[in-house]
């Protein structure tokens, strides 16, 4: 997760990890050369069975560890997806060129023209649409086992600096992916619970005032930020061992009439109430926060089911009137919740 303070958030915890998918993804293009690949899994004491299960967790210093050392072999901090690639030390220019940017709107366009200057096959743009922003790609990566973890590692870098820059998190509201669902889904809490595939390019939405936000990082900060970016960056953002995480799987997996106080959910995790908030805080959450994600959550996965009406789907949801459910429903998405589901039925179809 992105920091919400002012520590460095490459900083990473000993139960920080990482998706093997993503491991084994990194390691495409030294797969003519299976000898290497397990010299490097050994330096970086990563055990190569393990990344055989897409949904199995590399611990994130490991993965860290190995990021570097296939920087150095490839010359390349974006693993060599891209056919002109992200030379060492480029990341750094990228960082370097946004931080004189007064607010999140021009950081955000100069970053990713910075990106564009680098890059060959990933390429993306900023658009606002009435009261959203959307970041845009056009992805000319043909190769199906690196197209969608290429977006991913590209989108973390981007949102990772978005949220360093203003200091706090930046959450997508909608995505959508132009590749398959892959074997491992996609998570809600990297890129929101509107989330699509097999569209005709990949976007990320979120909140357009967001773009308002000051850019409160100077350059003091950036050398410390830079000690572990990007590695640092795309690892800590896409860590899901994090209180937050844990949090919202067990809010997640009851009812919403059941779901416990903050001070009785900290007292269930062996902490205190003070540490629980202050935790959650650091990962760019609060308590109340990961309640309203969960909700969304459900709203999302209640409404793929026919067999569940509006207002059905409305009280499972926590809502006492379908009308404030509807009211909701249309901030997150911008339309109502039966048009959301008859353009899912149609995109089924």
């Not at 000993?14 to 093997?20: C, G, H, L, T």
């Not at 000898?35 to 299960?53: T, Y």
């Not at 650091?282 to 309640?291: A, C, D, M, P, T």
């Not at 006492?320 to 009211?327: C, K, L, T, V, Y």
Request: aromatic share 10%.
């Amino acid at each position: 997760m992105i920091n919400n303070g002012d520590a460095d958030m490459g900083v990473l915890r000993q139960s920080d990890s990482v998706a093997a998918y993503f491991v084994k993804a990194a390691l495409h293009r030294l797969a003519d050369r299976p000898q290497r690949v397990n010299e490097l899994l050994d330096e970086a004491g990563i055990d190569p069975q393990g990344l055989f299960d897409p949904l199995q967790r590399v611990p994130a210093d490991a993965v860290t560890r190995l990021w570097l050392s296939l920087t150095e072999e490839l010359g390349d901090e974006f693993f060599a997806f891209d056919s002109r690639g992200l030379p060492r030390g480029a990341f750094a220019i990228i960082c370097r060129s946004v931080l004189h940017e007064p607010n999140l709107g021009r950081a955000l366009t100069q970053c990713l023209a910075g990106f564009n200057l680098f890059l060959a096959d990933i390429r993306a743009c900023l658009e606002t649409r009435g009261n959203r922003a959307v970041i845009v790609l056009e992805n000319r990566i043909d190769e199906p086992a690196i197209r969608g973890v290429a977006e991913e590692v590209y989108l973390s870098m981007v949102m990772g600096v978005a949220c360093w820059l203003v200091g706090r998190q930046i959450n997508p509201e909608r995505t959508q992916f132009g590749h398959s669902r892959p074997p491992h889904g996609a998570d809600p809490l990297l890129w929101g619970h509107w989330i699509e595939f097999d569209a005709e390019r990949t976007e990320v939405e979120f909140d357009a005032s967001r773009l308002a936000l000051p850019v409160v990082r100077n350059f003091a900060g950036l050398k410390q930020f830079l000690r572990h970016a990007p590695e640092g960056v795309v690892v800590r953002f896409r860590n899901r061992s994090g209180l937050s995480a844990k949090v919202y799987r067990r809010l997640k997996a009851g009812s919403e009439r059941d779901w416990l106080s903050q001070s009785d959910m900290a007292r269930s995790l062996s902490m205190s109430e003070s540490a629980f908030r202050r935790q959650l805080e650091r990962e760019g959450f609060s308590y109340q926060l990961l309640k309203h994600e969960v909700r969304k959550a459900l709203a999302f996965e209640f409404l793929d089911d026919s067999g569940l009406s509006i207002t059905e789907i409305a009280i499972r949801c926590g809502f006492q009137e379908p009308s404030a459910f509807h009211r909701a429903f249309r901030q997150w998405t911008g339309m109502s919740p039966g048009r959301y589901r008859a353009a899912r039925s149609g995109n089924k179809g």
